[in-house]
């Protein structure tokens, strides 16, 4: 598995690349050189130098190290808003799948309804009930998000479940909990592994896009979405605030999107 | 050959399990609001019942029913009616404790040994597993017991240690049989547990089945395609078309003289080392399956080289023709 992993240069480049910034996300005070928060007024929208790296912002805070604080935010909300959905989303899926009758069809309509929403529009509707904060925009992230991999894993769990060893389970006594748990869900949970790496780009960009909006995460605190907001406004003359938190974003997104088609092929039985 | 032993042993021994009338319909369903356009009858109507240490062989071509016939009888199925008396109490009713218990005594053995384990867990815990689920042995002794199973079944405890793809197919084969043994089992239902192994594994694992049976006193719904293995391991015989039993005898007699001319039929098509080449019966094609089976007449009425006007009209019944031979024929041989 690894091996196949490993010879697509691509996918273990964003891999590389992921790995560096969860690195860059835990060890951020020893990595920036001011206080993402202090404000230098004097120094205000100043270009790319030795003493900031990569500018300063219109309070004169400086950029790289807001960046690096950023990606702590970002990494967090991708981990924890697609750990939310997929745990909804494996426990709906796979019931849904095992027992097929009238659970089948509440779940699955359920599941249908939440496909009619347009999901940005629902996720700004509740940040706007509920009040802007990262919580928030974790939690209905993930609340947003699982109906897809419940219909993924429901899917697989059909597939797997008529497979001879699943009755073997019965035949010896297994309880329903212990063959759903111990037989199916672990040869079923493969492409949920692709959907959930995707899925952590998915949030990280909607959750860029909800700071972006100013619904997200609230200055002074650094995310890549609010820098990007100020960035708008100079962005005639100081194009360092809107370049770096966009490529930060690009790079993020675009690792997270070669390592989940990089687990796809690995997993792809065709190949 | 078993077959000898067949008529002093049969009769004489308690019923094990009784199948009374069993059916298994699955439902056809057409257009969105799934309205049933009809029924595949996969078992339709079947009796029969196997003694304490006796092997019943279960034959047929592909698609008659035979797997599923024996899913219902280890109780992994529901059936659309009828009973499976084990022991005397309809298994379907039991709940709780009491199925537990039955599971316990009735263990199946699967056709595809590639499917039949699950891929993610350890030989170990595969055949740990059913002993866990039912307690039997203390924490300490499951190692022990798990050793002594894979020992029973010709494999080295090594093994134990490794994943399903580390085996062979024949390997593979004997790990379902040790998962089935783990509980003391009574009866074993093996579903073409030969079938997908090569000829010469074929023979280890019947032998090892055979000798597994007189050590233990199990009872076998033997199910298989394979006349020649039936006619080596079964006491009696019942041979399946479309969903019913069409004869059913002792093995013996079942192979000498053979009423039902679906049985005649499947023993001619048994590859035979011949002297002299005589030419092959000419055999209708079959023309109806399981799906598009019509309800009135004997099912096997379009194959049939000795079919008689009754026979479109009528179903035949399964009815003794001699002693402890049954067959469903208006015309038997």
Redesign the interface.
């Known amino acids: 598995m690894w091996q196949r992993f490993s010879s697509n240069k691509l996918a273990l480049s964003g891999m590389v690349v992921i790995a560096f910034l969860v690195i860059i996300a835990i060890f951020a005070p020893r990595v920036v050189t001011h206080d993402p928060t202090e404000q230098n007024i004097a120094d205000y929208l100043q270009g790319p130098s030795a003493k900031h790296y990569l500018g300063t912002d219109d309070l004169g805070r400086d950029v790289f190290s807001r960046i690096v604080y950023g990606t702590r935010i970002s990494l967090s909300v991708g981990f924890i808003a697609v750990g939310i959905a997929v745990f909804i989303g494996v426990f709906l899926g796979a019931f849904a799948g095992f027992y097929g009758g009238w659970i089948d069809s509440l779940i699955m309509r359920f599941v249908d309804i939440m496909f009619c929403f347009p999901t940005f529009f629902l996720i700004l509707m509740i940040i706007a009930v509920l009040g802007p904060n990262i919580y928030n925009v974790m939690a209905v992230i993930g609340l947003t998000s699982w109906p897809g991999i419940a219909r993924l894993v429901r899917g697989e769990i059909l597939s797997v479940k008529e ?3 699943v ?8 309880s329903d909990l ?1 063959i759903i748990f ?2 199916i869900l ?2 079923a949970l493969a492409p949920v592994l692709v959907t959930a790496t995707l899925g952590i780009a998915d949030a990280i960009l909607v959750e860029s896009g909800l700071s972006f909006l100013g619904l997200g995460v609230q200055p002074p605190m650094a995310s890549w979405g609010n820098i990007l907001t100020t960035g708008k406004d100079y962005i005639e003359h100081a194009w360092w605030l809107t370049l770096f938190p966009g490529l930060a974003i690009l790079i993020t997104i675009l690792s997270y999107n070669l390592v989940g088609e990089g687990i796809r092929e690995v997993i792809d039985p065709k190949q | 050959m078993r077959g000898h032993r067949a008529g002093v042993k049969t009769g004489i021994m308690p019923n094990l399990l009784e199948v009374k009338n069993l059916k298994k319909y699955y439902p056809v369903e057409r257009g969105v609001f799934k309205e049933t356009a009809g029924y595949v009858k996969a078992l339709d109507g079947v009796s029969f019942t196997i003694g304490e240490k006796e092997t019943l062989g279960l034959v047929g071509e592909s698609g008659c029913g035979k797997t599923t016939c024996g ?1 219902l009888v ?1 109780n ?1 199925l529901k059936p659309t009616s009828g009973e499976v008396l084990f022991d005397e109490e309809d298994i379907f009713d039991l709940r709780g404790k009491q ?2 218990s039955f ?2 005594n ?3 053995v ?3 040994p590639y ?7 350890k030989i170990f815990n595969i055949v740990a ?2 002993i866990k ?2 307690g039997l042995y203390p924490a300490k002794e499951i190692k022990n017991r798990v050793e002594e199973l894979l020992k029973l079944v010709g494999l080295s405890p090594e093994l134990a240690k490794g994943y399903p793809h580390q085996l062979s197919g024949g390997q593979r084969q004997r790990i ?1 049989l040790a ?2 043994l ?2 003391n089992p009574r009866l074993i239902v093996a579903d073409e547990p030969i079938s997908s192994l090569d000829i010469s594994i074929q023979a280890q694992i019947i032998n090892l089945m055979l000798d597994l049976q007189d050590k233990y006193s199990l009872s076998y719904l033997f199910i298989s395609h394979d006349l020649g293995i039936v006619k080596h391991v079964a006491h009696r015989v019942a041979v399946m078309y479309l969903g019913k039993i069409v004869e059913l005898a002792d093995t013996d007699t079942l192979y000498a003289k053979p009423l039902h001319p679906y049985t005649k039929m499947l023993l001619d098509s048994v590859p035979k080392i011949k002297t002299k080449v005589t030419p092959p019966t000419v055999e209708k094609p079959a023309t109806e399956t399981l799906a598009g089976r019509q309800n009135e007449g004997c099912a096997f009425y379009s194959r049939c080289p000795r079919s008689i006007s009754r026979c479109k009209e009528m179903d035949p019944l399964l009815e003794p023709k001699g002693e402890k031979h049954y067959a469903c024929c208006w015309n038997p041989e």
């Open positions: 497979r001879e060893f009755y073997a389970a019965k035949a010896i006594g297994a212990r111990r037989h672990p040869n | 899913r280890a992994l199925l537990k599971r316990k009735a263990q199946i699967f056709q595809d499917s039949s384990l699950n891929p993610r867990q597993e059913p689920i039912h379902g998962r089935a783990a509980l």
